[in-house]
Structures are given as structure tokens and as C-alpha cells.
């Protein structure tokens, strides 16, 4: 296992984080396969996890918890907030309000006092930066987070937060955890340039662009990622974008072969050799499913292997952009674009 350090904050964290997003219901992982995978992911070099409240409703946050338990000063611990928890209009957002609650309610599913790195799930369009970035400095403060970032923030999102941190002398974000992979490398236009020049690090989800690049999607074989049993729109093959989708995947099959990789080596190996990136997050289901992601921890991908995979899918290049979760709303509420 490889390790970086996280922006500039001087904590080493190892290049794949342990998403827990599939622990609890959405992944029917149980609590002993939950603790089985944190166990082998810690005996394989990885030191961050990244959960947030939203996964399974609470339930991930609570199966990481009893999972770490003994050994939380060994761990950097990451979670997330903002998305909706239940139906009332005010748990949900980025306001003071809602993150000081939420925080608590996290703390306790997790059975921590504090988390290191506590993040904004997606941009919330109603709340002023200084709102966010003060509550957030308050918590900091208070020894209840140690860092915070942000997580699917569209590059102008990211450089006004910084501004508003500067202006009005509060912490800043340290981190940007964004969707990255071979077949959707959109953030090399705007967000990873922007990063770079803020110093933050950069925590990578979907690497495997939701099994696309693990090998459960191949022409004429059944789809095999437990992701098409949720979202079966995106890989209907009927569809032109997912036939795009396939047609690439099919290439760099062949040029994994080639290069006498998997294709999870070459998509991990890919996304974590961007200068940019800190760490690419994993979501195993299964502790199968982590040790074949595991193998390609120390993978490194040389500049032959790069430039075809840019042949393949080119530099900036979204091949599924509607998936990206970072559309600015006025291009999806046409209320906000017109008077």
C-alpha cells in the first residue's frame, strides 16, 4: 500500500480508502461481513474510511462504528453530511442549524467523540458559504471534527468556498471528494486544476464507475454488479450512452490483457496516478469483492498504458455527464434560469 498526505494537512492516508457505502441494507452487507471487511482492509495497508449518514439511512455509520471499536486512534474516520434523512424539510442542507445536529447523531451511530474529516455530501444552492464554513469552524473548534471537506462540489463552488473561508477568516475545506474514473473524467477540466492550486486533497468515489471497469459488464455476458439491480436504467445496453459505455469498456479489456493487468488495476491504478488525486475510495460488498481491489494497491501504470487509455476515453471527457450529481440547478429547474 501506497501512501499520501491528505492535502496539506500532514495526515498520511493510504492511496484506497474503505467506502462503507454498501454496508447495511443497500449492499445487504451484515455486520459480520462489515467488520470481516475492515478487518482485511486494515491488515491490507488502508488506514481512511468514508461513510456518511445517509448510507442506509444511519445503518453504514452504525456497522463502521462497532466494526473500529478498539482501534479508533489507528483510523482516519470520514463521514459525510447534508443529503435528506427522512421526510422534514430542515434534516437535510448545509445549514448551522442541521450540521450541528446531524454531527451529534453521527458521533453517536459511530460511537466516536470526534471524526477526523467530516464533509459537505453534495452543494447546498440555499445556504450562504459563511453560514456552512462557520458552523463548521464552531465544530472544529469544539474538537468534534478535526478537518472538514466537500464532496461532488462543481469547480466554482469550490474556489467561492475558499474565497468566503479567506474573507470572513474561518477554517477552509481540505478536501474535494468528487466521481472519477476512466470513463467519467470530466473533473480534469475544472475541478483537478482547481485543486491543485488550493492544495486539496482529493479523495476519488466511484473509481470503477459503478462496476463498469470491475469486469461485471462485458459484451454478451449478464450484468453481473449489484448496482444494475438499482439503477438498471444505466446499464441498459438499449441505451446509446451505456452502448458507448461498453464499447470502451471492451478496449480496455483488451489493453488490461495487454498490459497483463485486471481491469480493476488498470481503473485504480489509472485514477490514482493523477497527480491531483490523493486516494481512490473502493466500495466492496464483499470481502471478495476487496481483495481483488486490494491487489492493485501498489499498481502503477506506465506512460504506454496512460496514453492508450487516453486513445480510448479522451482527456475531460464525461461519458455519462447526466450521472455526475454537480449540474448547476438552473439547468435542471427551468424556474431558475428564466424571470
Known sequence: ??????????????????????????????????????????????NLIDTADRYSDGESEELVGKAIAGRRDDIVL?????????????????????????????????????????????????TSDEETLS????LQRAGKIRYFGSS???????????WAAREHHLSRYVTEQPSYSILQRGIETHVLPVTEQYGTGVLAWSPLASGWL??????????????????????????????ARLDAVEQLATLADEAGLTMIQLALGFVTAHPAVTSAIIGPRTPEHLHSQLAAADTVLSADVLDAIDAIVAP????????????????????????
Open 316 to 339: 475531460g471527457v464525461d461519458l455519462a455527464p447526466h450521472e455526475k450529481h454537480d449540474t448547476p440547478p438552473a439547468l435542471l429547474d427551468p424556474s431558475l434560469r428564466r424571470r
Open 135 to 138: 458552523a463548521l469552524t464552531d
Open 78 to 126: 470520514a463521514t459525510k453530511a447534508g443529503m435528506p434523512m427522512g421526510t422534514e424539510r430542515n434534516h437535510q442542507g448545509s445549514s448551522r442549524r442541521w450540521l450541528v445536529t446531524e454531527l451529534d447523531n453521527s458521533l453517536r451511530r459511530l460511537g466516536v467523540d470526534h471524526v477526523d474529516l467530516y464533509q459537505i455530501h453534495r452543494w447546498d444552492p440555499s
Open 1 to 46: 500500500m501506497q501512501y499520501r498526505t491528505l492535502g496539506r494537512t500532514g495526515v498520511q492516508v493510504s492511496t484506497l480508502v474503505l467506502g462503507a457505502m454498501n454496508f447495511g441494507g443497500l449492499g445487504r452487507t451484515t455486520q459480520d461481513e462489515a467488520t470481516a471487511i475492515v478487518d482485511a482492509a486494515l491488515e491490507g495497508g488502508i
Open 214 to 243: 470491475s469486469g461485471a459488464v462485458r459484451e454478451g455476458r449478464e450484468v453481473s454488479t449489484n448496482r444494475s439491480k438499482i439503477l438498471p436504467e444505466r446499464f441498459d445496453l438499449t441505451i446509446p450512452a451505456n452502448r
Open 152 to 162: 461532488t462540489f462543481p469547480a466554482y463552488r469550490i474556489v467561492q468556498a475558499q
